[in-house]
């Protein structure tokens, strides 16, 4: 076995030569690292066949700034990914600069589901067939008295957001994905938002009916260990019909004009937490509690064309066809107390710690203008079961009621 040794201001590398290692990729790789001309006998140009001592002046310049490139270049790649010229303080104030901002898109996008469902929700409840109430009528109906819950199924889209930090939890990154598929798993449309209603109607002069509804949700509230929530609402609305036809043996044809008004609240709180392994070099953990709140306050104003039509007196299908005309607020909040902590990858590792500001609020206003397509079946003139949309969104309710 041969040994070369080069000597230059008292840096030594030596060089063996391996006889079973002699072959062109070896040859071919030490002369590029050396910087050995392609076409060079790389050993009779460096040991020849006395072992002679290769001289400073024969070794190219460009080795030494090879051997230290690919110095540079493991370190590169061997590192942690550590934020340079960064104190661990300034990174956790980058992090909690991004984790509000992400919980700020999680607040908006939810609070823009909301918006567009809260439009019809404060519409339903309105049961009674298109056959007109009078009080001058001897056999007809004059007022009646019902009662009735139903559920709003809103819809919720699926629309990955871009987060910065909070990206590795699927439940803040693609909320609306995960609660449609439990949603789906369990057959629901959508997220089911019950209501329960009564109604009132009074016949007045002949062919003309006013009627009157009330929906309220009392503050209920359910807890875990993990998170709470507490929702309550209240709405009312007016309507007065007209009958357009209403002979023997023909289909009952109305129409309508009613207003609406919904104002209520939902919050749910729960824990915050989150893990980012690999924040700038740095292990983030995010831990407290935080609060959402949606509210809303929805006026609506619209007309309404029924036809129905009574089968042997006891059957009585009917259809109607109208548009609403919304306005209110619909507004979101996010408040609470959260911390995150920053490790880096470092020996001995580096920790800092942040707090996380969440006092967070988004307004938007409802659905402007929207139609509404109804469905519905009475049976004897006490029970209806009625499913309306605005077709988007599904909504179902039943209800009894007496009527003189």
């Known amino acids: 076995m041969d040994e070369v040794k080069l000597v230059r201001k008292g ?27 392609a076409g060079t006998d790389f050993y009779g140009m460096i040991s020849g066949t006395n072992s002679r001592w290769i001289k400073p002046n024969e070794v190219p310049m460009t080795f030494v700034k090879r051997f230290f490139l690919l ?6 790649f061997t590192a942690p990914k550590i934020s340079l010229g960064q104190t661990p303080a300034q990174v956790a104030a980058q992090f909690s600069q991004s984790a509000t901002n992400d919980f700020g898109t999680v607040s908006t996008f939810i609070n823009s589901q909301f918006a567009p469902n809260l439009g019809l929700f404060s519409t339903l409840g309105w049961d009674t067939p298109p056959n007109i109430f ?20 809103f819809k919720i889209a699926d629309t990955p957001l871009n987060l910065s930090v909070l990206n590795n939890d699927p439940d803040a990154s693609n909320p609306g994905q995960q609660l449609n598929q439990s949603l789906k798993n369990v057959g629901l449309p959508g997220l089911p938002i019950p209501f329960p209603f009564a109604t009132l109607r009074i016949g007045l002069i002949d062919g003309l009916d006013i009627g009157f509804r009330y929906t309220e949700l009392p503050n209920i509230s359910a807890s875990s260990s993990s998170f709470n929530v507490a929702a309550k609402y209240t709405g009312y609305g007016f309507d007065l019909r007209y009958k357009l036809l209403a002979t023997h043996g023909l289909p009952d044809l109305t129409m309508g004009i009613h207003w609406n008004t919904l104002n209520g609240s939902i919050a749910l709180g729960g824990s915050a937490n989150e893990t980012d392994p690999d924040y700038q070099g740095y292990t983030a953990v995010v831990n407290g509690t935080a609060t959402y709140t949606e509210s809303w306050n929805i006026n609506d104003f619209g007309p309404e064309v029924q036809l129905g ?3 042997a007196g006891i059957l009585y299908p ?7 005309r919304y306005s209110g607020r619909v507004t979101s909040t996010m408040s609470g107390t959260v911390n995150a902590q ?3 990858n470092t020996i001995p590792a580096e920790t800092a710690s942040t707090n996380i500001p969440l006092s967070l609020a988004n307004g938007q206003p409802p659905t402007v203008i929207e139609p509404k397509y109804t469905v519905g079946l009475d049976i004897g003139s006490f029970w209806t079961t009625v499913f309306e949309t605005n077709g988007t969104i599904i909504a179902g309710d039943t209800s009894f009621r007496i009527q003189i």
């Open 71 to 76: 110095i540079t270049l493991l370190c590169l």
């Open 134 to 153: 009078q009080i001058t009528n001897v056999i007809g109906p004059k007022f009646s008295l019902g009662v009735g819950v139903g559920a709003d199924f």
């Open 309 to 311: 039509y009574n089968l």
């Open 11 to 37: 840096f030594e590398i030596k060089i063996r030569r391996d006889e079973k290692a002699e072959n062109k990729h070896v040859k071919r790789g030490l002369k590029g690292l050396l910087g050995l001309d």
């Open 342 to 344: 920053l490790t880096n």
């Open 318 to 324: 009917y259809i109607g066809v109208g548009f609403e």
